[in-house]
């Protein structure tokens, strides 16, 4: 293999999709597919919808509210805005909080409402195309206890299951917005 191999592979892909785009086509890529971002809470595997969040971010200087659901873990000010925590792992009944100095928030992207999502970890961006989806979520509900309610679907992909959160409807559910 060549020092120029790497250079060589993209001039080729782009005088492909320049031959493609002559003939009215265009290159598929993986991307084209739905942009997920991929978590962690208390060690399964959830994904949701790229445009439900509007930043990842760290937990630094998390302000405690008292007298708040144990799920409620406080605020944090982010760019001057003031967001809400909710750590995803108590709100879902797992009985282990989540370590804020090690966990990862996710800033949702709600107009109505400034809130962010404390889970153990934020794996990226995922794309479940081609993936193996679940004909039946009913055998998974054990597994996501609190959560069941608020995942819609699910895949197996790479050798390990995923569950899509949808955003709206924790936001928009009674136990979300019962903090006290």
């Not at 597919?33 to 439900?52: E, P, S, T, W």
């Not at 009944?93 to 800033?107: C, E, M, P």
């Not at 069941?148 to 955003?167: E, K, M, P």
């Amino acid at each position: 293999m060549t020092n120029n191999a790497p250079f060589e592979v993209l001039n080729t892909i782009r005088n492909d999709a320049l031959a493609l785009a002559e003939q009215g086509l265009t290159y598929a890529t993986q991307s084209a597919g739905v942009k997920n971002i991929a978590c962690v809470v208390n060690g399964i595997n959830f994904y949701c919808d790229a445009q439900d969040v509007k930043e990842v971010s760290t937990c630094d200087n998390l302000m405690v509210v008292p007298q708040t659901k144990s799920w409620m873990r406080g605020l944090i000010n982010s760019k001057g805005i003031l967001y809400s925590v909710t750590d995803l792992s108590l709100f879902a009944g797992y009985g282990r909080a989540t370590q804020a100095q090690r966990g990862h928030l996710l800033l949702l992207n709600d107009a109505g409402q400034q809130s962010a999502l404390l889970v153990n970890r934020v794996i990226g961006f995922r794309y479940f195309e081609g993936a193996q989806e679940f004909d039946n979520l009913d055998e998974k509900h054990e597994l996501l206890d609190g959560l069941s309610s608020y995942v819609d679907t699910g895949f197996h992909a790479d050798g390990q299951d995923w569950f899509r959160l949808n955003i709206s409807s924790i936001l928009s559910s009674e136990q979300f917005r019962e903090v006290q």
